[in-house]
């Protein structure tokens, strides 16, 4: 987990309200995604960046928007937030994408959407 | 879509065994990493094989790669309490496209 924070770690929202949440790391690493977990359906890619201002739509990208205006902050947004939403979030860096692009994880965030 | 597929999905074993997992994947990759998951962490990288490579190996970790049978096998031996966790595929697709995992193998050693 080093270089790379998750916030908030854990948090309780209500339907239909806006949850942001924060990926910050020190490591200078060109790449940022967001993943979520879910029990049987593993790890699965949200949304990633390729550097400040661009970023790309991943496997389950709908209902969710990124923002990356610094090289050490990316910002997962669910405009209003639905139960189906209700996931652990990990944010990964990476040096590099294809060759090789060995990914380092932050301790992930647990939101319950009730 | 998950490119990865582990088998199996779950596993336990006496601590001093070897423990076997295999990922087979759908599309030709650059690389397919493993990573290590214990229970409330984020993942992290534990080996990285080449398109290019058969085999490799890290401490307790072996790591084969047939690329024909588009299929991998991680294999820990002398497995250890500590090793429980649960273990992911990785595949770098060709092209700059990010990893894809696969759901993992949860694995227990008990002691």
């Known amino acids: 987990d080093a270089g790379i924070t998750q916030s908030p770690r854990h948090k309780v929202t209500e339907t239909g309200t806006p949850v942001t949440l924060r990926c910050h790391q020190t490591?200078?690493?060109?790449?940022m995604y967001w993943y979520r977990q879910d029990p049987g359906h593993g790890l699965r890619l949200i949304h990633y960046s390729y550097g400040v201002k661009d970023t790309d739509k991943g496997e389950v990208s709908d209902g969710y928007s990124v923002s990356r205006s610094k090289t050490e902050d990316f910002l997962l947004t669910l405009e209003s937030a639905t139960s189906s939403q209700t996931s652990v979030y990990f944010c990964a860096i990476s040096e590099s994408i294809g060759l090789p692009d060995t990914q380092y994880f932050g301790p992930g965030t647990r939101l319950t959407v009730l | 879509s998950q490119q990865g597929e582990e088998d199996p999905q779950a596993l336990s074993i006496q601590e001093g065994e070897n423990a076997t997992m295999n990922c087979s994947y759908k599309?030709?990759?650059?690389?397919l990493q493993w990573y290590r998951q214990n229970s409330g962490r984020g993942l992290v990288h534990l080996i990285l094989?080449?398109?290019?490579?058969r085999e490799k190996h890290s401490g307790r970790l072996r790591v084969t790669l047939d690329t024909s049978k588009k299929s991998s096998s991680l294999l820990i031996t002398a497995s250890r309490a500590a090793d429980t966790a649960s273990y992911f595929c990785?595949?770098?697709?060709?092209?700059?496209?990010?990893?894809?995992f696969g759901k993992g193998t949860r694995l227990s050693v008990i002691a």
């Open positions: 599309t030709s990759i650059n690389n």
């Open positions: 490591e200078n690493h060109r790449y």
């Open positions: 990785a595949t770098a697709p060709s092209g700059n496209t990010p990893l894809v």
């Open positions: 094989i080449r398109s290019n490579e």
